[in-house]
């Protein structure tokens, strides 16, 4: 099975500052099957970043996502109050379909 | 617009069996795999399976083999999760989500995602 581990655990910074999350693979994913969701509590989670790099429809071009290979990333270019959440990576080239853990973004 | 609508909430004892519905709508029911995704409280996520609703085709996480069985009613555009032997450690909220089938029957991204149910395990 594929490991992500997603870094930091918990961020905590200010709305209009930038936001990066990484996201590491135990063995290389294709970038076309590396996404990321967004979940706020008590909703499911939400699509922002298919294939890498590509924003999910409706989704602010503040988020960006980059990587390949094992290293994946994501970036808010500056936080919005609506953005603090749990984000997740996930891989879904190959059987199971991994999840990381999650890095909480939080208010500071 | 594309909705994925899940059964409501269920209470079950240690043993028991549950089955969670998710009713597709606002687009080609066979064009799109399912998955069910599980969240126990305060953690994250886990897949759980998939089903090809075209042809019922199912494959399951390894974790859940023998215990978790997912169907499909292609008549009324639902996919069913049933997930038997109930421990307390099956706790958690229950997520249907669509991912497109693409050329070789290859997965997508996980693009909508039903609202969730609870199901809680509790003597």
């Known amino acids: 099975d594929i490991v992500l581990t997603q870094s930091p655990g918990t961020l905590s910074l200010s709305p209009g500052e930038r936001a990066t999350l990484s996201c590491r693979a135990s063995q290389s994913v294709s970038s076309r099957y590396l996404a990321w969701y967004q979940q706020k509590p008590g909703q499911a989670p939400r699509l922002l970043i298919y294939g890498a790099s590509s924003r999910a429809a409706g989704i602010p071009d503040r988020f960006s996502g980059s990587g390949s290979g094992t290293d994946f990333t994501l970036t808010i270019s500056r936080l919005e109050p609506e953005d603090f959440a749990v984000f997740y990576c996930?891989?879904?080239?190959?059987?199971?379909?991994?999840f990381g853990q999650g890095t909480k973004l939080e208010i500071k | 617009q594309v909705q994925l609508v899940q059964s409501g909430a269920e209470v079950k004892k240690p043993g028991a069996s549950v089955k969670v519905s998710c009713k597709a709508s606002g687009y080609t029911f066979t064009r799109y795999y399912m998955h069910w995704v599980r969240q126990a409280p305060g953690q994250g996520l886990e897949w759980m399976g998939i089903?090809?609703?075209?042809?019922?085709?199912?494959s399951y996480a390894q974790k859940f083999q023998g215990r978790v069985t997912m169907t499909r009613d292609t008549s009324t555009s639902t996919v069913y999760m049933e997930l038997s032997s109930l421990r307390s450690e099956d706790t958690s909220v229950y997520y249907c989500?669509?991912?497109?089938?693409?050329?070789?029957?290859?997965?997508?991204?996980?693009?909508?995602w039903g609202q969730g149910t609870l199901v809680t395990v509790s003597s």
């Open positions: 996930q891989q879904y080239g190959s059987s199971p379909y991994t």
């Open positions: 989500a669509r991912s497109y089938i693409g050329a070789a029957g290859t997965v997508s991204d996980f693009d909508y």
């Open positions: 089903i090809n609703p075209g042809g019922g085709g199912t």
